[in-house]
């Protein structure tokens, strides 16, 4: 055989397409909010409206707290638990969301971050709560045997 007739083969690289992520968060848009509420609260001359408004959590921020709970149960660390115990967790995530939303500052410009910690931690903390329970009882199971 001739050297001109070998032919070599042809290899085709597919290029890997990047799926758009959903994204149902922005940093800045969230930053926005509490930087207006951060606004309203050094106001000495607020009206009666403003009074009411400024210790209300508006929808928007209440919907992002339970969408950040919401999808941070889609990890493995938390995706075996029954729907029960992730309603319970979620509404104790968001609980504490609420309470530290009062007291967050403004100067930290990652509100995803500070709240997707705070719900990691609720979600622990219910874990734990579980296990105790569940070890307890246990342990008055094994006493009345």
Same mark, same amino acid.
């Given at each position: 055989?001739?050297?001109e007739n070998?032919?070599?083969?042809?290899? @085709?690289? /597919?290029?890997?397409?990047?799926?758009?992520? =959903?994204?149902y968060? !922005?940093?800045?848009d969230?930053? *926005?909010?509490?930087?207006?509420?951060?606004?309203?609260?050094?106001?000495?001359?607020?009206?009666?409206?403003?009074?009411?408004?400024?210790?209300k @959590?508006t /929808?928007k921020?209440?919907?992002?707290?339970? =969408?950040?709970?919401? !999808?941070?149960?889609?990890?493995? *660390?938390?995706?075996?638990?029954?729907?029960?115990?992730?309603?319970?967790?979620?509404?104790?995530?968001?609980?504490?969301?609420?309470?530290?939303?009062?007291n967050?500052d403004?100067?930290?410009?990652?509100?995803?971050?500070?709240?997707?910690?705070?719900?990691?931690?609720?979600?622990?903390?219910?874990?734990?709560?579980?296990?105790?329970?569940?070890?307890?009882?246990?342990s008055?199971?094994?006493?009345?045997?």
């Open positions: 055989m001739s050297e070998i032919v070599e083969p042809v290899v @085709v690289v /597919e290029k890997k397409v990047k799926k758009k992520k =959903k994204v968060f !922005n940093n800045e969230m930053l *926005n909010l509490f930087i207006e509420r951060n606004r309203l609260r050094l106001v000495e001359n607020r009206t009666r409206e403003e009074e009411r408004n400024l210790f @959590v /929808e921020i209440g919907v992002l707290y339970f =969408k950040i709970s919401e !999808n941070l149960l889609h990890r493995p *660390n938390f995706c075996n638990y029954d729907l029960l115990t992730k309603a319970e967790m979620i509404s104790d995530a968001v609980y504490n969301c609420l309470r530290a939303g009062e967050y403004v100067k930290f410009t990652n509100p995803f971050a500070y709240f997707t910690q705070i719900s990691w931690n609720a979600f622990i903390a219910d874990i734990k709560a579980m296990k105790k329970r569940s070890q307890m009882l246990k008055i199971d094994h006493v009345e045997n």
